[in-house]
T-cell receptor, first 116, second 109 residues
Framework: DTGVSQNPRHKITKRGQNVTFRCDPI?????LYWYRQTLGQGPEFLTY????????KSRLLSDRFSAERPKGSFSTLEIQRTEQGDSAMYLC??????????????FGEGSWLTVV | EDQVTQSPEALRLQEGESSSLNCSYT??????LFWYRQDPGKGPEFLFT?????EEKEKERLKATLTKKESFLHITAPKPEDSATYLC??????????WGAGTKLIIKP
């Protein structure tokens, strides 16, 4: 039973470059979430998908951020023209709404982004 | 405004010294309260879900309880490997997940 898988685990990029993170959810999980977390804070919601449909996106999310989930399987999160303020851990999570514990979301190990 | 507050921000205990972490919430229509454990540099690991006041869940040295205003995570006779940040989150009536900032727990041998 594999958990949520994220890669790369670490990414260092220069300001202004584009970066892309990939997330493979737990198989059969129909919901997939992206969060961002900085030190000393709880996760901050970015967006979520139900199957391939992006159902919600944080109003705080810059237009430089885009996420996709083609075919309702894996997902990618792209950040264009990175800024130093984008440095954070990007967390992917998934859940299955058809189970009794469908509200429970399970996280991956996270992808650390450092913008220099 | 819906809010989740965790206290204390940090807690240092000696190995074997039992204590409790607090998660107080103000949400319109609680749909579930969650506890996660997070080790440095890793994603949160699910511990418990609680849905209604009076409910309790246990796992090894951890026990979570829920009232209408708050939840406690009790840790009994902790070991150094219990050191981590413990996060609390709640679903409001719109199934928006609201997170606390976490309690950093340090268990000294």
């Amino acid at each position: 039973d594999t958990g949520v898988s994220q890669n790369p685990r670490h990414k260092i990029t220069k300001r202004g470059q584009n970066v892309t993170f990939r997330c493979d959810p737990i198989s059969e999980h129909n919901r997939l979430y992206w969060y961002r977390q900085t030190l000393g804070q709880g996760p901050e919601f970015l967006t979520y998908f139900q199957n391939e449909a992006q159902l919600e996106k944080s109003r705080l999310l810059s237009d430089r951020f885009s996420a996709e989930r083609p075919k309702g399987s894996f997902s990618t999160l792209e950040i264009q023209r990175t800024e130093q303020g984008d440095s954070a851990m990007y967390l992917c999570a998934s859940s299955f709404t058809g189970s009794p514990s469908g509200n429970t979301i399970y996280f991956g190990e996270g992808s650390w982004l450092t913008v220099v | 405004e819906d809010q989740v507050t965790q206290s204390p921000e940090a807690l240092r205990l000696q190995e074997g010294e039992s204590s409790s972490l607090n998660c107080s919430y103000t949400v319109s229509g609680l749909r579930g309260l969650f506890w996660y454990r997070q080790d440095p540099g890793k994603g949160p690991e699910f511990l418990f879900t609680l849905y209604s006041a009076g409910e309790e869940k246990e796992k090894e040295r951890l026990k979570a309880t829920l009232t209408k205003k708050e939840s406690f995570l009790h840790i009994t006779a902790p070991k150094p490997e219990d050191s981590a940040t413990y996060l609390c989150a709640v679903y409001d009536s719109n199934y928006q997940l609201i997170w606390g900032a976490g309690t950093k727990l340090i268990i000294k041998p």
